[in-house]
């Protein structure tokens, strides 16, 4: 497939921008357009979303 998914950067869920490990310290992260939460926490941050609160996480689940 030749999708090519554009990405949009979003604040951290985790830290909310503050940096920490799961967003590489740098307060946000790439998640597939358009941003949307994790629907398995609401946002919180879990396991499926590598705790930054985000579905479509760039580079992890999908
Ligand atoms: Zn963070
Ligand atoms: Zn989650």
Request: hydrophobic share 25%; proline share 6%.
């Amino acid at each position: 497939m030749a999708e090519n998914p554009s990405y949009t950067e979003v604040i951290c869920a985790h830290c909310e921008g503050l940096g920490c490990i799961y967003c590489d310290k740098k307060g946000c992260v790439p998640v597939k357009s358009p941003p949307k939460k994790c629907r398995r926490c609401e946002g919180a941050g879990c396991i499926y979303c590598g705790y930054t609160g985000w579905a479509g996480l760039k580079g992890k689940y999908e």
